[in-house]
């Protein structure tokens, strides 16, 4: 009984051996099967915390650019900005000096006429008058200088105009009355105001009466000393001409 019995069990481990032994190898490839899958996936785990961390740095790099990007248009903003309002600056001042040049050409040009006509008076009255006569210029008058013997005689304290003078004021009245853009001025010198006054005033008015000179265009003055002399200044209105060139500055156009 107890050799079947040993027999027996003999037998069975026989049988169930080799089951075993191809068990525990297919166990031990699956083991290994699993390890190796384990080994991939810690190194997946370990490559994704490497993929993960550069993209937190590429990020950051990202953010970091964003912000020098939008510093660099706020700049450009603010140098745009600021260049508008300099170029805007800058236009509005080559604006005021366009304003300004034009007016000073004006004012050129208002300067170069009166001097042109002047020149046209001096001429003419150099040829009425002849060359004797005494013409000169003196800030911008055209100034006929005439003894006031001549136009008064020799008696003292005479005012009447005499006749031998009155044709050499007739041809200075042609002249007056040829450029009506011009004033005149009468001018008596000498010792006497209240003379001088009268004589001044006596020569106007033969302008007037008798050679036609408009009298809106006509002022006596006098002048104590500076000689026995009268003078006729043909100028342009002086007065009306400042007024003319205030008006020209005071223009914003």
Known sequence: MRTFTTILVLLILTITSPLSAQ?????????????????????????????????????????????????????????????????????????????????IKGIRDSFSANDSI???????LKKTLGESAQIGVEKGAIIVKMENTFLFGAKEGNSAVEASSKDFLNR??????????????IQSAGGDWGINALRASSVAKLLQEEFEVTPTRLEVTTKAGGGNVTYVFLHPDFNAFYLDVREELKNPN
Do not use: C, H, W
């Open 23 to 103: 068990s525990k190898k297919d166990l031990k490839e699956e083991v290994a099967t699993l390890n190796e899958k384990l080994k991939v996936l810690r190194q997946t785990e370990a490559d994704l915390t490497v993929a993960q961390n550069k993209i937190k740095s590429l990020e950051f790099q990202v953010t970091q650019l964003e912000e020098t990007n939008q510093g660099l248009l706020d700049n450009m903003n603010n140098f745009l900005s600021t260049s508008t309002q300099q170029s805007n600056s800058i236009s509005r001042t080559l604006e005021a000096l366009r304003k300004k040049e034009k007016q």
């Open 118 to 124: 002047a020149l046209l008076v001096l001429t003419d």
């Open 172 to 185: 200075i009245s042609a002249t007056v009355n040829k450029y009506p853009a011009l004033n005149v001025s």
